[in-house]
């Protein structure tokens, strides 16, 4: 099941608590061989060091707007867009970006648990939270209807091997008595869902095909970038198996893509067969 997306609120000043990396001084013999500066050399020195200083504070206050501003945006679990970071932490500065992500990522993890991913789309980011949900019943009310639904879609979509057309979803939803033309007494507004929410959230991928000769779109749905890093391909399989009352490996394909190479599925399908 999808991790859970952790508490956005933590206090902001965990984050401040997190020193950057002091320059090293010179050490006392050092200082003690070294002749002293004049006094002009020494006037000159002092604007020099507070500018340095400066710089530092700067950056570390640049980095606090920005892990405040990613927990922001990441409350409804859309893609966030890095002209948005630029914009909210940085003030439109986008130099300043690549001086400090690695150390917003870093604070990201050690400090909140989550893992700050780049995905293929330009200029934007999920953030996925490294603590696995153990249940879908620890999940509040909210959440447990919508990705009941939703861990239904990635199964089927998995078990067809890929992206799979638009109308063969609805007829595997309505198979199970979930329409898109009415609200649903469990999931409510099932269209919205998969149309929007889910889109929206990088669950899913939602892509339109031109087909010749056709006046409507067909629309194809695959997995996005967040099930593929919050979901177990694995534990999808082996929970759909058990309801079919079949083990996994009946499943060469399926079977692969979640467990890879490492086992032989011509060994396994003749212990099952004994």
């Known amino acids: 099941m999808p991790r859970s997306s952790g508490t956005l609120s933590q206090s902001q000043s965990s984050v401040a608590k997190v020193p950057r990396s002091g320059r090293a001084g010179p050490s006392q013999s050092q200082s003690q061989t070294q002749a002293r500066p004049s006094g002009s050399q020494q006037v000159a020195a002092g604007p020099s060091q507070q500018e340095n200083g400066s710089d530092d504070a700067d950056l ?5 707007n920005m892990v405040k501003t990613i927990l922001n945006l990441s409350a409804n679990k859309h893609l966030i867009k890095k002209p948005d ?6 003030a439109g500065n986008s130099r300043l970006f690549p001086k400090i992500i690695d150390q917003v990522t870093n604070e990201l993890a050690e400090v909140y648990g989550y893992k700050l991913i780049e995905t293929d789309r330009n200029k934007s980011y999920i953030l996925v939270s490294t603590v696995t949900c153990g249940s879908v019943l620890d999940m509040n009310e909210d959440y447990r209807q919508k990705y009941t639904l939703l861990y239904l879609i990635l199964g089927y979509i998995f078990m067809k091997n890929g992206d799979i057309p638009e109308e063969s979803l609805w007829d595997f939803l309505a198979k199970l008595n979930i329409t898109d033309d009415e609200e649903h007494s469990f999931f409510g507004d099932v269209r919205k869902l998969v149309q929007e929410t889910f889109v929206k959230q ?3 991928v939602r892509t339109k095909q031109v087909v010749e000769g056709m006046n409507d779109d067909r ?3 695959g997995w996005g970038v967040r099930a593929e890093h919050e979901l177990s391909k694995c534990d999808i399989l082996e929970s759909i198996c058990k309801l079919m009352g079949k083990p996994s490996i009946c499943y060469i394909t399926q079977h692969t893509k979640a467990y890879g190479l490492n086992d032989d599925p011509d060994d396994s399908m003749d212990n099952t067969q004994g």
């Open 219 to 221: 629309y194809f749905y």
């Open 85 to 90: 970071l630029v914009k909210n932490a940085l």
């Open 202 to 204: 990088a669950y899913l």
């Open 60 to 64: 570390d206050q640049m980095v606090i």
